[in-house]
């Protein structure tokens, strides 16, 4: 059983900055891969950013330059920092977490989600 929440999420001014959190509990080894898709009303679910256990970071062409992944490995916990927001980052945030939790099987688990809407 393992658990992911996100928190941050909230309205900010177009220019604005937020910062989204995710933790992951529960019984498991590590986490590998973690990233964050994003989701607005009528649009595919993307993949915003994404960082590996080691640290190595992808950002989708939209965020880049714009927006940090990071993550703290002792805390089992990920964070993104966005900057310089536009309305069109507005969308539903989700955490997702590729998770050892057992010797050979990884599982992919989903935080529920936070809002984040950026106003012009």
């Known amino acids: 059983q393992v658990q992911v929440v996100e928190s941050g999420g909230g309205l900010v001014q177009a220019g604005g900055s937020l910062r989204l959190s995710c933790e992951a509990t529960?019984?498991?080894?590590?986490?590998?891969?973690m990233g964050w898709y994003r989701q607005a009303p009528g649009k595919q679910r993307e993949l915003a950013a994404a960082i590996t256990r080691g640290g190595s970071t992808n950002y989708a062409d939209s965020v880049k330059g714009r927006f940090t992944i990071s993550r703290d490995n002792a805390k089992n916990t990920m964070y993104l920092e966005m900057n310089s927001l536009k309305p069109e980052d507005t969308a539903v945030y989700y955490c997702a977490a590729d998770t050892l939790v057992a010797f050979t099987t990884t599982r992919r688990y989903w935080g529920q989600g936070t809002q984040v809407t950026v106003s012009s």
């Open positions: 529960g019984k498991f080894f590590v986490i590998n891969d």
